[in-house]
């Protein structure tokens, strides 16, 4: 297929390896995989790629499964042009390649509040899309805009309004590409917001196996948060107690394991396929219910093919 692609000032792949570009280091192959030099090298290019070309933008790879048989189509992962960060009063414009621990700690040098980041993994184009948040704090609470280019190559601006934020979720229209997005920043001290993210960071090393191959939360916690995103942490369900409580810490299936630390950590303990992974993340859904009637829904994204797709089309 790549003979046939739009040509680019960026770098197209094929056949590339996906397992190393994920935490979880699982799944096969990008049939192509697009580096763009810039915003106008991937308009252009996705203006000129044929409709019927799928095309999957992937971020860090951290709260990711890639399936063993790979992604078919064109899989777009932006680099070094796309993680610029900067400051302006109380607005911070990250490139949606911006690690967000990166952008806490920027926007706290300059007395402005993104703390809730710094213990997020994954960059800022992720982190709109899927309305990320921590300790009460969400996107959908500090987002002013965000830039995107949609599958037709055009560059649109969007609104909060627009993506029309949820739990853990927006309206990103499907095939679109995040490239940067601006924040309203509450303003704070800078030393004060340091020992916050020190404080948090400890939280979270107390807390959850930050040293172990894992994608973050396998599963939304299941109910009790509004159509902002925001939460109610007193009356919520969590999702490590329901897994917990129906005896599936610890689970295992081949080298997929539930992690004894911390019930709701999908972990690849060693050798682990992706359809070890998502087997076990099913068999856990499957319990659950079973034992409590909850259904668990998947927060880790899955994608790609369980076998290899067909590369001769």
Known sequence: ???????????LTPDRPLDSLTWLRVGGPAEVLFQPADAEDLSDFLKALPAD?????????SNLIV??????GVVIRLGRGFNAIQTEGTRVTAGAAALDAHVARRAAEAGL???FLRTI????????RMNAGCYGAYVADVLHSAEAILRDGSRVTLTPAELAFAYRSSNLP???VIVSAT??????DPDALSRRMEEQLAKRDASQPTKDRTAGSTFRNPVGHSSTGRADDSHDLKAWKVIEDAGLRGATLGGAVMNEMHANFLTNAGGATAADLEDLGEKVRKEVYADSGLTLEWEIMRVGMRTPFDTTR
Not at 67 to 72: H, S, W
Not at 183 to 188: L, S, T
């Open 1 to 11: 297929m790549i003979a046939d692609l739009p040509k680019v000032r960026g770098t």
């Open 121 to 128: 993994p994954g960059s800022i184009g992720g982190a709109v």
């Open 113 to 115: 509040d993104l703390t």
């Open 67 to 72: 399936r063993d048989g790979g992604v078919p």
């Open 174 to 176: 499907d095939g679109a």
């Open 53 to 61: 070309v799928p095309v999957f933008p992937m971020g860090v790879g």
């Open 183 to 188: 924040f309203d920043a509450p303003r704070g």
